[in-house]
């Protein structure tokens, strides 16, 4: 997690004060549990929620912390500062550290993949408003590269909109895979506490109980969390080089945002760099890189060691900030995108008419020439384009053995733009609904 | 894919056959459907049924292949050969290779993912079997390898159980994530054909159509496919790690079945290697190495390059026959593993009952002792068992200073096992239902 | 490894009759060595040779395995079929399995570098014959895809020359590391066997003794060999993706060779895609793949587990045998690049002379303008370009405030492309040597 | 990068203050370089130098960035605050940002590799004095976690010794390899600066120049050095599992120290876990991960794009930290690891001699027993100890078929432990020179 790639809302969720924050939760909703079911007393119960508007001394629990060597107790006994040590005494019975920060870091992780299903929502209407916007800009498709056939910008638009929103799918199923807490003991058994706490934790917290825990939640559902993201991060990584592909000199069908004052954009107006979607790029590559550690982290032994807790105290924070922060900038890249219409124009005529060649071709034969002819007549015409600089289509209707089997209304026809974009309103319907 | 890590069924669907199997009903079915409105005579669509029965010559299409350098063409040229020149003269009318290539892929995709189901399915039967068996076969629970309170191999069984059930609701929503098809055109504009063709073959086929398309079908959704699988490899990774720790030579819970006819058994009864699971540990790399290239097949160029293509080729076949094969070997592991219960109490009780010390130190604080002095006790007398060999119940028993707090009965029910399972129906309740 | 992306001499490295004939030698050898320090016969170790000239049957020794389930134990009695039951008697002796598989693998191993080595010596051949060649072929440096300053083609090969040269030398260091052979015993201890058998055999083979082995060789010596394909795999997506840009439509500044019989070449022309480079491009992360699983595989249990074997079973002769296509398919591209000089000046030109925007900057202000008026200076003409489509020079030649501060001739001067070349001897020198 | 994962002095390298302070040395070496050459007078270069003492001011130069949007620039424009705005005007000239951050960079990364180099000496040191301190303490060696034959412990040691001393060579050649630096300008061509300034401040910085830049470093080289730290991690992952192991309850041949405050040491004096060891395995993984994203990053479009720089400016720092942080931890582990000698003999002896079964088996056939005889005989007596607890060497030794081919002396040498052990003067000499 670097600063200049993170963002507070997401950063917040991982700072200190947020965790401890969520501990508290979990222990003082534990003991109205407890309290519930008679185990501890009503009072004491009660007692915690007087530092219900508590924000914990990080500086303090640090300090102590430097002393018992273990974080838990470290914030336990600042608990009993604010609580009173006698009151304070059945807080964490029967529980283990684990517990707590595991059910902790779902919570933390299911806020983030909150923020993440707004920035995909956000995303989503960006990319919905400029595929209505361009739904009839025309443009070259290109496969390998190579111009094909014509499409529009519009469609483009709407493949991404298509595959973020499958994204949006994942990411909810994923969130709603890592919503679930667990407070089953040093193994997982309740030995020492009753199934009905977790019940009354989990439930106060927005999560679902773990089925069966062991010390730890099981990491197969934190490996199913960062693969999501990871998906995520490919789309994110697929839009960006469509857009540095638009923007490079040669091509120049659109550019990201330049703001007037951003030094340099007059005086060589042809250097506009398209930096942010090279970040995305980068970035992408930086948030699919915790996939393999975190199913790594699934096979633990036994019961659970501790192995995984490295990678996730890195992963857990900088995944979910540096995919926050990039949807945010893509978000931003694709409101602002400059298209350029004319340049796309320009770019599909640039071999003068040649990308119809096909479609003459389909012509001829289902006018009845033989395929072998009907490749010559079109491979005579495409030459002098490709070798003379000709038009196709003037020389198309000055071929006259073309001509025999193509009116010239039929060659017009060919080179009509409305028919590649003809069935746009039926793909946008499955795209958008109705 | 290696044959000694593959599996029939799943090869089969990987085989030149089974592929131009499907290319002729996408060919076949899109026929029909071009007939249905009218663009083709349906006489014509009906003869390419002729060759329904065909087994495709492989190495004639091959020959083909040799002098058309283009696959689909060398099978529509063989096509034709079976149903007639001028019969099958508009079969592929309108389409382009990709229509066939990407929906044949995403075919045998959901058919390896039905394959996977069942696979998972089995394996679910197995470890619900073995979990009911051992459901009360006491074993310690270990924390980094060492030794914390007791469990239930039941509960270990149960545990696996759980993640493999949450697995095959992951790869359920991956198959149907999967299963779409397309046959849009060059570059997914249906300029050429109908969107109708598409439904058609896709409804024959039991897919879904692709909303929007390109030339080919998006890679987020054969991204997410693999990365599935990649989490299930972990998952395997996990199990399989926990049988290679019960065997090895100072554990000895659990062997994986050794034949009597395996060389070497009775000469050396103690050398039994976990190969099997050693061997599964391996194969979940093998699956999830797939995962980063699938993601890297995301990013296209526009509307389509050919690079994710040579990945597929390879990770289509060897990640899903490896997983398969992963899949019923553990199986086969899980339903064959020999458990030592004995040996599951010897190694509890390694320690003579120092693994309760937790639980006396508790109910010490409990009855009254304050922690510092309850500490005290416990740890004078399990010294005794540390360094000279004491029994821990018989040094406790003996210490008047403990007795004073707790009686002999409770000192007792101290080391009372049925107080860590007291749950597991609980847990069994939420793993399998009522 | 797939035939279309395989070569007849890397796959026959993998071959079983490879293989089998690398055991033998091995146990040929050690039978020799043996004899040499008076443990067995020298008759019995003279007697294994009478198999010199053996290629093993394959089929046979399968038949064998299938029912001592053991693949070395399987090879050998199929040996003593040739040598003789009662001669063959001491082969093997003191050895385990082990000795001959890793010894064997690394052998494979070797032979593998040795022709990526001569494949990379070929590459760089063709690199710096078209580095030559091109030397002076103006064409546009872009930095973010955007035209900056004139570089030459023969730069960009040259650069490739420099990064494929670097990849030989991490190979022959790689291919260094893999060359050991270990016969070392059970646990690697010498117990069963003398370590002058281990010499005897690594020199016979070309390898050195691994110094410490445990039954296994080290697998950090095979993650730094896939290590190091991997990072040549990626200098090959590096050239791959360089090419793919130069040929995409707009660009068009080289094509990869197409043969004149490959079909739909002249009837669309344009239609010329990059499919090797993309190819290329995919292979690379087939590659890479191998990366990750071979580091994971050095953390094996105590003395060795079996965990990874199945990995390189796969990654052993898939990973070689991609890597070998890549750079012999690289190697053909390279040679057979169709370079459009034209093509590169007409780009470098685009925007009538704009690139040299900067270099005029600097002059303005050397000649004694102010930093804020230069800027304006060049900033008029330049958007004089950019929005009316006027060349530059000529704008600025116009510009009675700039020829205050430069003649006419500064001005020529500055779109001279001499001024970008003149160190590319230098360069040249350094890459090439004099 | 967190803080309870790194150490100041590799911290240091990645600060802000460090980082300015090294583009101040490449400027004002540039300056001298220029100087020389006679491009800018001598008093320009000699004035930038005044500011050889001034630590930075990071804050203003953030300061000066959020006016510019551009860190060379505020730090430049900061530069010229400490020299004076005339005497600084030549500072930069002709140099582009990247040839100041790109050499920066691996000016960076040297120092890393520098303290990574001396982690992995004192880390060497503690192996081998640990391997010299058990040279002799027998253990038994185990594969697939199974006992095999004896070993000893300074074997292990030794082995993990020859390993990292590879390591240590690897990052030798991977430091020398990234130890470039470049200024040549937008792409590469040195058009507005002379090499001779490459080469000077190289000189000074202890580099050598990049023979052809493009505007950046080729990142094959960052690959090559990021691929070395993935192998050195997975190294660590190595010995940390065997401390794992080793420390596991049923095995306890090793504890990693346990200071004498550590709460909760003593009253459950089982309870000790190696949780050091465990968090090497996971920063292995960290480590290890940015393997494939360095790679990513080799295929950069053109001359430069900029989708590298966000990887590096994480991995940059995480991984050289974490790999520092891990190195030095695993030396404190080594150092320190309480090593349980009785315990080792104790394990070996779990089956009563059963260790030496194929041993025995060895000497039966070597004294005429036919193999299925002698298969038998060990048999018969194995049996007896697994399934009935007897010592095997006392049933040897009571059984008359094998009296008859051994004698009791022959059958007692037969559990010599000197016969496993007597070439480990050997592997020594080898491992660690005479």
């Not at 273990?70 to 006994?77: N, R």
């Not at 915790?290 to 032994?301: D, F, G, K, T």
Request: hydrophobic share 45%.
């Amino acid at each position: 997690m670097i600063p200049r790639y993170s963002r507070p809302d997401m950063v917040a969720i991982w700072s200190p004060e947020t965790k401890f924050r969520i501990w508290y939760e979990i222990e003082a909703h534990a003991c109205d549990a407890m309290a519930d079911i008679g185990v501890i007393p009503r009072a004491n119960a009660e007692a915690v929620w007087k530092a219900r508007d508590v924000t914990f001394d990080v500086a303090r629990i640090d300090e102590i912390e430097a002393v018992t060597k273990h974080d838990v107790i470290a914030f336990l006994t600042h608990l009993a500062e604010h609580v009173g040590s006698d009151e304070a005494r059945f807080v964490h019975q029967g529980m283990t550290s684990s517990d707590v920060l595991d059910t902790c870091f779902n919570v933390q992780l299911t806020r983030a993949a909150d923020i993440l299903i707004a920035d995909l929502e956000g995303l989503l209407a960006a990319l919905k408003r400029r595929a209505q916007e361009h739904k009839d800009t025309v443009r070259i498709g290109r496969s390998h590269g190579i111009h094909a056939e014509p499409t529009t910008m519009g469609l483009t638009f709407a493949r991404f909109y298509a595959e973020m929103n499958r994204n949006l799918r994942r990411l909810k199923t994923a969130r709603e895979e890592i919503a679930t807490g667990a407070i089953s003991g040093a193994v997982g058994t309740f030995a020492n506490i009753d199934p009905a706490v977790e019940e009354h934790v989990c439930a106060q917290l927005g999560l679902t109980p773990e089925p069966i825990s062991t010390q730890v939640i099981p990491r197969d559902r934190h490996a199913a969390f960062f693969a999501t993201l990871g998906v995520i991060a490919s789309s994110i990584e697929n839009i960006a080089i469509e857009v540095r592909h638009m923007q490079r000199t040669e091509v120049l069908e659109a550019e990201e945002f330049f703001s007037a004052g951003q030094k340099g954009s007059s005086a060589m107006p042809h250097k506009r760099n398209p930096v942010l979607t090279e970040n995305l790029t980068g970035l992408a590559r930086l948030v699919r890189m915790s996939v393999i550690p975190a199913m790594e982290n699934v096979a633990l032994w036994h019961e659970r060691d501790i192995s995984h807790s490295s990678v996730e105290r890195t992963i857990g924070p900088d995944t979910t900030v540096t995919l926050d922060f990039a949807l945010a900038r893509l978000t931003n890249v694709v409101e602002k995108l400059v298209i350029y219409p004319d340049n796309m124009l320009a770019n599909m005529n640039k071999f003068r008419g040649l990308v119809m060649s096909q479609r003459v071709l389909l012509a001829l034969t289902q006018a009845g020439v033989s395929r072998e002819d009907a490749y010559k007549l079109v491979q005579r015409n495409a030459m002098k384009v490709w070798e003379e600089g000709k038009d196709f289509k003037t020389e198309l209707l000055a071929d006259a053995d073309v001509l025999k089997a193509l009116s010239a209304a039929e060659i017009e026809e060919k080179f009509d733009l409305g028919y590649h974009t003809k069935h746009v309103d039926t793909i946008f319907a499955r795209v958008f609904g109705t």
